[in-house]
């Protein structure tokens, strides 16, 4: 929750940003640590790592999606994305 009161308008800017890309945007959660994050196309990212993304110029799905994987670990991202191309075609 932190780096959301350091750089609230980076944060919102990002989140609006993946919403007019088509993004699904959750509203803001809290873990137990009070730490606040967002679900971004399926995959929970604090706001530390969007403001990451941000100052990387990264803010983007290969992105998000990586940092998916570092937060759920391969197995779970592989049953949280049924178009996963090495399981299947989507077409």
């Known amino acids: 929750m932190n780096e959301y009161f350091k750089r609230p308008q980076d944060v919102l800017d990002a989140i609006r940003s993946l919403g007019r890309l088509g993004f699904s945007v959750s509203l803001p959660d809290f873990g137990s ?9 399926g995959r929970k990212l604090s706001v530390g790592q969007i403001l990451e993304l941000v ?3 990264n803010l983007d799905s290969r992105a998000i999606r990586e940092y998916g994987t570092k937060e759920l670990g391969q197995a779970a991202v592989a049953a949280l994305d049924p178009c996963d191309a090495s399981r299947i075609d989507c077409g």
Do not use: A, L, P, T
């Open 33 to 41: 640590d009070g730490q606040m994050f967002f679900r971004i196309q």
């Open 55 to 57: 100052d990387e110029n």
